[in-house]
């Protein structure tokens, strides 16, 4: 199974700062990346699909970048409305898996 | 637009069974692969299972295999998961989610999600 590695844990920033988030896969999935954020008490939304594909809908402040086994989550500029726990998720194979999650806090 | 409405979770004791339901709208359901995916109480994400839209193909983590079940009715729109022997760390919350087009293991839209628990 790939092992998806998320750092950090946690953060704790202000609004306004930009953000950015790790994940490294314990082998190479291309671009085969997902970024998802949770909500306190509610289901996962996707951001980002196949490494840096914003969906629709996702504000431009959040971007997504590399491939192989390293990629990066990055917020510009941090909004309140985006506290929550953000995932990576890999879909090279079978079974999918998840990173560990990174909790973004406001200061 | 796009529903996915899970229903079936509850408490179980350990050994027992439980099927939960996921009913969809909103999009042509046999065209998409959906899975199951849990959470565990204050826990990340763990993808469970999953089957293609023709119901010909069905993949299960290491840990359901053999206890866990995954079936479709395409005409009446409704994914399952059926679970026997169930086990103290089987207890979570249970999302379905359906897997974007072409981009199988990407969900694009999740239901909100059944508890299930499992205690004596």
């Known amino acids: 199974d790939i092992q998806m590695t998320q750092s950090p844990s946690s953060l704790s920033a202000s609004v306004g700062d930009r953000v950015t988030i790790s994940c490294r896969a314990s082998?190479?999935?291309?671009?085969?990346l997902n970024w998802y954020q949770q909500k306190p008490g509610e289901a996962p939304k996707l951001l980002i699909s196949a490494a840096s594909y914003l969906q629709g809908a996702v504000p431009s402040r959040f971007s997504g970048s590399g491939s192989g086994t390293d990629f990066t989550l990055t917020i510009s500029s941090l909004q309140p409305e985006d506290l929550g726990t953000y995932y990576c998720?890999?879909?090279?194979?079978?079974?999918?898996?998840f990173g560990q999650g990174t909790k973004v806090e406001i200061k | 637009e796009v529903q996915l409405v899970e229903s079936g979770g509850g408490l179980v004791q350990p050994g027992g069974s439980l099927r939960l339901t996921c009913a969809a709208s909103g999009f042509t359901f046999s065209s998409y692969w959906l899975s199951w995916v849990r959470q565990a109480p204050g826990k990340g994400l763990e993808w469970v299972a999953n089957i293609k839209g023709d119901g010909s193909e069905k993949h299960y983590v290491d840990s359901v295999k053999g206890r866990f079940t995954i079936s479709r009715d395409n005409t009446g729109n409704l994914l399952y998961l059926h679970m026997i022997s169930l086990r103290v760390e089987d207890a979570a919350v249970y999302y379905c989610?359906?897997?974007?087009?072409?981009?199988?293991?990407?969900?694009?839209?999740w239901g909100q999600g059944t508890l299930v628990t499992v205690s004596s």
């Open positions: 998720q890999q879909s090279s194979s079978t079974p999918w898996t």
């Open positions: 989610a359906r897997d974007k087009p072409a981009a199988a293991g990407s969900y694009d839209h």
């Open positions: 082998q190479s999935i291309s671009r085969y």
